[in-house]
């Protein structure tokens, strides 16, 4: 059945490296977003994009976020250089339309060290 | 500034009896709200949607209400069995965006 599928689903990395995660929205879904799950802070968006264009990102710390489309079937989530509070869960989710359902991937456990 | 608020503590029932989830919203009118489940490691799952135009939705066991003059809206889970024990999360709808609660942790014990 489609499924929202996310790359790496583990990273470990030291500060100040470049971090990128991928994921593969569901085909026929135009809408993308971007999620940070931590226990403080709970679920964030960070941003979204429908049919590859940026929506929003105002959730996103502008300075080493950095989000994309490349095509309709990736999307990227890059931090340069990564730090030590980024550590975190990190949630794509993909819907047939902003305003339905989203559908979420497994997620990329994001530790930086 | 707009804040969502469920349940803080954890929910512990007995298998068999209802669960009764809150979510209150304030400092903004949202069109509609969802309701997903969350399960430790995994993303979350969709649940029910509620548009600002019903009172009551159902599916299955599960039902949503939503009181746009409360701004709440109450999740409830009927016949309740220990594979409904999981994190619930709720979501009113900002623009085209969600804005998720903390969630509330269910426990249901057999």
């Known amino acids: 059945d489609a499924r929202v599928t996310q790359t790496p689903r583990h990273k470990v990395t030291e500060m100040g490296q470049e971090v990128t995660m991928r994921c593969q929205p569901i085909?026929?879904?135009?809408?993308v977003f971007w999620y940070r799950q931590t226990m403080m802070q709970g679920l964030e968006l960070l941003a979204y994009?429908?049919?590859?264009?940026?929506?929003?990102d105002s959730g996103m710390p502008k300075d080493r976020f950095s989000a994309e489309m490349p095509d309709a079937t990736l999307a990227t989530l890059k931090i340069q250089p990564s730090e030590p509070r980024d550590s975190a869960v990190y949630f794509c989710?993909?819907?047939?339309?902003?305003?339905?359902?989203?559908?979420f991937g497994p997620g990329t456990r994001l530790t930086v060290t | 500034s707009q804040k969502i608020e469920q349940n803080s503590e954890a929910l512990n029932i007995q298998e068999g009896k209802t669960a009764t989830l809150t979510c209150n919203y304030t400092?903004?009118?949202?069109?509609?709200l969802q309701w997903y489940r969350q399960d430790p490691g995994r993303g979350p799952v969709f649940l029910l949607l509620?548009?600002?135009?019903?009172k009551e939705k159902r599916k299955e066991r599960l039902k949503v209400t939503f009181d746009t003059t409360l701004k709440q809206s109450l999740f409830h889970i009927t016949a309740s069995q220990p594979a409904d024990s999981a994190t619930y999360l709720c979501?009113?709808?900002?623009?085209?965006?969600?804005?998720f609660g903390q969630g509330t942790e269910l426990s249901v014990k057999p």
């Open positions: 989710a993909s819907g047939s339309n902003s305003y339905y359902e989203q559908y």
């Open positions: 085909l026929g879904h135009n809408t």
């Open positions: 994009f429908r049919n590859r264009a940026p929506l929003d």
């Open positions: 400092n903004y009118s949202p069109a509609y």
């Open positions: 509620i548009r600002e135009n019903e």
């Open positions: 979501a009113p709808n900002q623009g085209g965006k969600l804005i």
